[in-house]
């Protein structure tokens, strides 16, 4: 008896399936936060502060100090209208945090990557194993169907019309011969 081909499971599937479970056991056992180096941590923390709400209100407000003191020259003009000094420092700033930034958006798209990798592993596997578990029903059904036709063919061999003769004969006498 032969599984149906539809949920025939390949070598290849199977040997991938190995593979899964086996990466999934030795992983689950080694299951432990990655250490980050300096530079990533410090890379994650500018980036959790420049990209936060706080920190564009408060650089808003100091702008706007900055611009009204500088105007109203209250204090005293040490950067006057153009705000010269202003745009250097805005310069500064976006030159050095645009690519601390992009190192934290690189280390969390890597982090991205291998999540999507081990969600399509754990899809993989599970559609692999629903394969085998189809491929095993489709084995008991058969082995139950043909035990089942084994019953009748008994049944049938021990079934008797009023006659006393069993029901085969009785079935095969009654049915005329083609003419030939």
């Known amino acids: 008896m032969q599984a149906h081909s539809a949920h025939a499971i390949e070598a290849d599937e199977l040997t991938r399936l190995v593979e899964l479970r086996h990466h999934r056991r030795v992983h689950r056992k ?16 500018v980036a959790r502060v420049v990209g936060s709400w706080r920190f564009i209100i408060i650089q808003s407000v100091l702008l706007v100090v900055w611009i009204a003191l500088n105007v109203t020259a209250w204090v005293q003009e040490w950067d006057p209208y153009p705000f010269i000094l202003l745009n250097l420092a ?3 700033q976006a030159a050095y945090t645009a690519p601390i930034i992009m190192m934290s958006q690189n280390r969390q798209a890597e982090i991205d990557r291998q999540a999507a990798q081990h969600d399509y592993d754990i899809n993989l596997k599970a559609e692999l194993e629903i394969e085998l578990l189809h491929q095993k029903l489709d084995l008991l059904r058969e082995k139950e169907i043909s035990e089942l036709i084994g019953i009748i063919r008994m049944l049938q061999t021990a079934l008797c019309d009023a006659s006393g ?4 004969q009785v079935a095969t006498a009654a049915v005329p011969k083609p003419a030939g």
């Open 30 to 45: 080694t299951k432990r936060a990655p250490v980050l180096a300096l530079g990533a941590r410090v890379s994650d923390a």
């Open 90 to 92: 805005l310069s500064f």
């Open 165 to 168: 003769r069993p029901l085969v």
